[in-house]
């Protein structure tokens, strides 16, 4: 059965996409576990498909769907270039990643799309979902569209909870994890931050003015 549509106040949907995040989190921490400690090879099938069907499927979707096009209709900024194109191609590299992961088991793909999650995410949460939360409001937008999960999504999701249960979630100690653009691997590389891909003028001679303050 198809996700009933309806639509969400924009914090209600925010809040839906940083507790899917907290879930993915935590599936990412039991797939390095499964990674490190040697976890049964046939479970590499059941973290991919958690990983297809949940956060593909249903998260990213709706962040491409729903979120992103909202912020380029309503706000105006860029869809090609800064902060959504890293994002967007994010989702990309974690496809290719989880298909890797389900043909062939290894652990050393398994140790990066857990690193690549906990990466995206950190973004997401303190640079995309605040910077959403303050600007839409701005441009009168109080609610979107939205979906709840369909039946394979659900059986998705409870299928992480199982997994996290099964392999309880193991931090990678060699990973920094960081908040804002500074701590992000595109910063400068393909991205020139927040500031520079998104400000308008109005913005800028704010933010001047603050600082000649
Ligand atoms: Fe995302
Ligand atoms: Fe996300």
Redesign the pocket.
């Known amino acids: 059965m198809p996700g009933e549509e309806g639509q969400a106040t924009l914090m209600k949907i925010l809040a839906a996409f940083e507790q899917e995040h907290e879930l993915i989190e935590r599936v990412a921490g039991a797939l390095f576990r499964w990674a490190e400690r040697e976890g049964a090879e046939a479970d590499a099938q059941r973290f991919a498909s958690f990983f297809s069907v949940y956060s593909s499927g249903f998260?990213?979707r709706r962040?491409e769907e729903i979120l992103m096009p909202a912020l380029v209709r309503h706000l105006e900024v860029p869809a090609d270039r800064g902060p959504l194109r890293v994002?967007r191609g994010?989702?990309g590299r974690l496809e290719v990643l989880v298909s890797r992961l389900a043909a062939a088991a290894d652990r050393d793909t398994a140790r990066e799309l857990a690193r690549t999650i906990w990466e995206?995410i950190d973004k997401?949460d303190s640079v995309l979902f605040p910077e959403a939360g303050e600007r839409l409001p701005r441009a009168s937008v109080a609610e979107l569209p939205d979906r709840s999960m369909t039946a394979e999504e659900r059986a998705a999701r409870d299928l992480g909870e199982r997994l996290v249960e099964q392999y309880p979630p193991l931090e990678d100690p060699e990973m920094i994890r960081g908040a804002g653009c500074i701590a992000c691997s595109a910063f400068t590389v393909t991205c020139r931050g927040i500031e520079a891909e998104w400000w308008n003028a109005w913005e800028w001679e704010q933010h001047g003015r603050a600082d000649a303050d």
């Open positions: 998260h990213h962040e994002l994010e989702h995206h997401e």
